[in-house]
């Protein structure tokens, strides 16, 4: 009888590990709750297959044609403006309380790990915990209907969205350099601006214009629960039945998006390329 080859006492040997097990564990697990979870939700899979068939009868027959005069309407692009103006003002506010609630959530650079790490890691959570939408219907209630809550809405957002990149951002710097500004006796303000925004403003940069790409996209929905823009359009279209006029109203959020993508996609290329 031959000798087993070290090949073979190698993979025999990481057979045997106990995380080989663990990794099987977990593998059956996710397929145990995968399939529960179809059966429980009552997802009949062989239905997909003409789902798509289906769907553009339906929107054939209830959605064709766009009205697109309707789009052209004053009014209408009124509220498209007031849209991009709610996604630029909840950016520029939510980036400038993202910035600081970061840089204390950060781990590496907090200037209190006791105090401010939790207050920061608390608010940017906090922040991303509830979705825009229900952060809408909550200004709303508040503030009334109009622009102003949905800027509330669309800050909140984006002090969860870029709070918590920008602060993963810093927590993955070189140390060294932050290590050294310490060590000249510098405090913590100069410690970041120094020695943390030079590793991370590339970085930075790029998140922000992503952070209004993704803002712009939410705003063109708030506004379906009062909160000021072209989504109000949008409710009232599909409340009355309207559904040529609703057609042309995705079809203009639809280019809307594809523009503000390409947009940012230019301006990050910009950005990254210096």
């Not at 910035?99 to 890691?121: D, E, K, M, Q």
């Not at 020695?195 to 712009?216: M, R, S």
Request: hydrophobic letters at 55%; glycine letters at 8%.
């Amino acid at each position: 009888m031959t000798a087993p080859s070290a090949t073979s006492r190698r993979r025999w040997r990481r057979f045997r590990y106990p995380d080989s097990l663990y990794r099987f564990a977990a593998l059956l697990l996710f397929l145990v709750l995968v399939f529960y979870a179809l059966d429980y939700l009552n997802v009949h899979l062989e239905r997909l297959a003409d789902v798509g068939g289906r769907v553009a009868v339906f929107l054939a027959e209830r959605y064709y044609p766009p009205d697109l005069a309707y789009v052209t309407d004053a009014d209408y692009l009124a509220y498209v403006g007031e849209t991009m103006q709610m996604a630029l003002l909840a950016t520029v506010f939510g980036l400038a309380l993202a910035v600081p609630l970061a840089w204390f959530a950060a781990f590496n650079v907090s200037p209190s790990r006791r105090f401010f790490y939790p207050l920061g890691r608390f608010s940017i959570t906090g922040a991303r915990a509830i979705h825009e939408t229900i952060w809408a219907i909550l200004f709303v209630n508040l503030l009334g209907f109009g622009p102003f809550a949905g800027v509330l809405a669309l800050t909140m957002f984006s002090i969860g969205f870029a709070g918590k990149l920008m602060a993963e951002e810093v927590e993955g710097i070189d140390r060294g350099q932050v290590d050294a500004i310490r060590a000249t006796g510098a405090g913590p303000v100069q410690v970041l601006i120094y020695g943390v925004i030079p590793q991370v403003k590339v970085a930075w940069t790029g998140i922000a214009i992503y952070t209004w790409d993704v803002a712009f996209r939410a705003a063109t929905i708030v506004g379906f629960f009062g909160a000021g823009g072209m989504g109000w359009y949008l409710r009232r279209t599909i409340e009355g039945l309207e559904t040529e006029r609703t057609a042309a109203i995705i079809l203009t959020i639809l280019a809307l998006v594809m523009a503000s993508e390409a947009l940012s996609a230019w301006a990050r290329a910009r950005v990254m390329n210096r």
